[in-house]
């Protein structure tokens, strides 16, 4: 079982920078692809940003060039450094890692004030 553990999360103004943190309970390098997605009440999670095991990344055209996903295999633990935020990024954030079957994270909640 793997557990991955998000932080990072909280009230920031529009505007500003947040910087989630998901760490995993076993090493990351095995994972295939590792990434976060987001969700608001009422909608289905919405894919945010990926990291392939080769360092390969993908963004939602909607944070493209304002979002950016790390990831440190020594520390077990994937970024997603978040810029410009907008009150549209408020949301859920989970992160997600695929090795052999797909494990989720809780979720840490992002809040954009205007």
């Known amino acids: 079982q793997v557990q991955l553990v998000e932080s990072g999360g909280g009230l920031v103004q529009a505007g500003g920078s947040l910087r989630l943190s998901c760490v995993a309970s076993?090493?990351?390098?095995?994972?295939?692809?590792m990434g976060w997605y987001r969700q608001t009440p009422g909608k289905q999670r919405e894919l945010v940003a990926t990291?392939?095991?080769?360092?390969?990344?993908n963004y939602a055209d909607s944070v493209k060039g304002r979002f950016t996903i790390s990831r440190d295999n020594a520390k077990n633990t994937v970024y997603l450094q978040m810029n410009s935020l907008k009150p549209e990024d408020a949301a859920v954030y989970y992160c997600?890692?695929?090795?052999?079957?797909?494990?989720w994270g809780q979720g840490t909640q992002v809040t954009v004030s205007s």
């Open positions: 997600y890692a695929q090795y052999a079957r797909t494990y």
């Open positions: 076993i090493r990351i390098f095995s994972a295939n692809v």
């Open positions: 990291i392939t095991s080769g360092g390969f990344t």
